[in-house]
């Protein structure tokens, strides 16, 4: 099947309300107008989809996109690419799944969850170069986003993005942002590799979304078997739950501003390799697992000296 369409908030192949299923494989969706997401689920609706060749080129037209009463959506295999401006590879207000696919975004965020909402990318390399914004409301560019825009979109809650396996490839700004939610971070043993300098792994911080002054971000982070590398930033309104588990090593710097609230766990052979100073509330490991390497640690005002 190919299918093409050339208007605004024409989607490609649409599953809407509770009770609708949309079963699609083997297809080619191609969609160049703006608002035109190549699937959409809202409503409650359900999507399985397969081994699809997926192209956007328009404004805020993701590849794998939701919307207001989100649904179901689980993908398996196949490319899915967008040239757009606020175009993420997968837009998600619903429980999004992808498996052993090629995610690509050369103007957007790769993934965007919003609210009470999921992805989780199973055996998935994503490559994400976020080189526009569509809203003047962050000054950063990341490959995957987490926030509650309050547009009622999406419920309020816990926004979850679980990976295992697979890559993330970012070619500019951070790879994780967190603004005015809670989020649930899961990584397992994925490849992930920030190709700008300047960029950090994780920025929880207050940005144009939410009320102001209560808008800061607030983070879960849990890896097994996961390699990390780059700082994590978290702002004066953002706290930072870091749990490093199953041999996973952290080389960058924790909170080097000291503004936010900062709690790490490391457990099963964890080891966090200091590339700064950092600032962390409340501490958890063994003295071995972490190496200072010229740094210094402080913990609720205390000096860590690898005694304790």
């Known amino acids: 099947i190919y299918v093409e369409t050339d208007g605004t908030h024409a989607n490609g192949v649409f599953s809407y309300g509770e009770g609708t299923t949309v079963n699609i494989s083997d297809s080619v969706i191609e969609t160049s107008g703006n608002c035109s997401g190549g699937l959409m689920t809202t409503g409650?609706?359900?999507?399985?989809?397969?081994?699809?060749?997926?192209?956007?080129?328009?404004?805020?037209?993701?590849?794998?996109?939701?919307?207001?009463?989100?649904?179901?959506?689980?993908?398996?295999?196949?490319?899915?690419?967008?040239?757009?401006?606020?175009?993420?590879?997968?837009?998600?207000?619903?429980?999004?799944?992808?498996?052993?696919?090629?995610?690509?975004?050369?103007?957007?965020?790769?993934?965007?969850?919003?609210?009470?909402?999921?992805?989780?990318?199973?055996?998935?390399?994503?490559?994400?170069?976020?080189?526009?914004?569509?809203?003047?409301?962050?000054?950063?560019?990341?490959?995957?986003?987490?926030?509650?825009?309050?547009?009622?979109?999406?419920?309020?809650?816990?926004?979850?993005?679980?990976?295992?396996?697979?890559?993330?490839?970012?070619?500019?700004?951070?790879?994780?942002?967190?603004?005015?939610?809670?989020?649930?971070?899961?990584?397992?043993?994925?490849?992930?590799?920030?190709?700008?300098?300047?960029?950090?792994?994780?920025?929880a911080a207050a940005a144009g979304w939410g009320r102001e002054g209560e808008n800061g971000g607030h983070v879960e982070l849990y890896t097994a078997a996961q390699t990390l590398d780059g700082d994590l930033l978290a702002d004066a309104l953002s706290t930072l739950n870091l749990h490093l588990w199953d041999g996973s090593v952290l080389t960058g710097a924790v909170n080097p501003d000291d503004e936010g609230e900062v709690y790490v766990e490391l457990t099963d052979g964890a080891k966090w390799v200091l590339t700064g100073d950092s600032y962390i509330k409340s501490l958890s490991c063994e003295a071995d697992s972490i190496d200072l390497n010229g740094y210094t640690l402080t913990v609720d005002g205390e000096i860590f000296t690898g005694e304790q």
């Open 44 to 203: 409650g609706g359900t999507m399985n989809a397969s081994n699809l060749v997926v192209h956007t080129s328009g404004k805020s037209s993701a590849a794998i996109r939701s919307d207001r009463g989100g649904g179901t959506v689980k993908v398996t295999g196949g490319t899915y690419d967008t040239t757009g401006v606020g175009s993420p590879a997968i837009y998600s207000t619903a429980d999004i799944t992808v498996a052993d696919a090629e995610l690509t975004t050369t103007a957007s965020q790769g993934v965007v969850v919003e609210g009470k909402n999921s992805v989780t990318l199973e055996n998935v390399a994503l490559t994400a170069s976020n080189t526009e914004k569509n809203s003047g409301k962050s000054p950063w560019y990341q490959a995957v986003m987490l926030y509650q825009s309050m547009s009622g979109d999406a419920d309020e809650g816990a926004a979850v993005f679980t990976m295992r396996g697979g890559s993330i490839t970012n070619l500019n700004g951070d790879i994780f942002f967190v603004n005015n939610t809670h989020a649930i971070i899961n990584l397992t043993a994925a490849d992930i590799v920030n190709d700008d300098p300047e960029g950090v792994l994780l920025r």
